[in-house]
């Protein structure tokens, strides 16, 4: 969809910790049932301009789910806004370097900010240290690629950044109480 002219994030149902990814909706709810029923109608049509509709139905379920979600939002109860930003950033800097980068001081030093401000925003914000959300992700990283790849665990800790197989197992069993052996073993088994 190269039409769209914004980022996902822009919808506060896609913020990865500042949010729920939750919005519960009536079953019969006849303005979003008309819009994917607009939606549908115009995917199997083949009239001109039918993909730039489609982009422009889609934002418009997309601002109605938005504007529902955060209805019964308090603004007042939010941190302050621009550790909000500051946080985006952060989130955006693990998305793109977990697998290098463990230390909290490398984000704050991308961010211009010592780490105990860093830390001081994302216990304001999200209730959890900068330690927990860097190893969060790159725990979800690792359970990930357990379960759905078939390369080593050798392999998936040099690919997330350990060069200590041992290291790696150890730091995933204190995450999740298991090692990676036995994670896959049991994944696989259910």
Not at 76 to 89: D, G
Not at 93 to 117: F, G, W
Not at 149 to 164: H, K, M, Q, R, V
């Given at each position: ?48 301009l039918r993909e730039l ?101 050798f392999s998936i800790a ?33």
């Amino acid at each position: 969809m190269h039409y769209l002219a914004h980022k996902l994030r822009t919808f506060p149902f896609y913020y990865s910790y500042q949010n729920p990814p939750l919005l519960d909706l009536p079953q019969n709810d006849p303005e979003v049932n008309n819009k994917f029923q607009n939606l549908y109608r115009e995917y199997i049509d083949s009239k001109p301009l039918r993909e730039l509709k489609i982009v422009n139905i889609i934002n418009d379920i997309y601002i109605t789910l938005a504007r529902r979600y955060t209805a019964d939002v308090d603004i007042a109860s939010y941190s302050h806004p621009n550790y909000l930003k500051i946080l985006e950033q952060f989130e955006q800097h693990i998305e793109k370097y977990y697998d290098k980068q463990k230390l909290p001081k490398y984000y704050a030093d991308k961010l211009n900010i010592t780490t105990k401000h860093l830390n001081r925003i994302a216990k304001e914000t999200v209730n959890k240290t900068t330690n927990q959300l860097i190893s969060e992700r790159v725990i979800l990283e690792a359970k990930r690629l357990i379960v759905h790849s078939n390369s080593s665990l050798f392999s998936i800790a040099e690919t997330l950044g350990f060069t200590d197989y041992a290291y790696f197992s150890r730091y995933f069993k204190t995450k999740t109480a298991m090692t990676p052996f036995e994670f896959r073993k049991r994944y696989i088994k259910e």
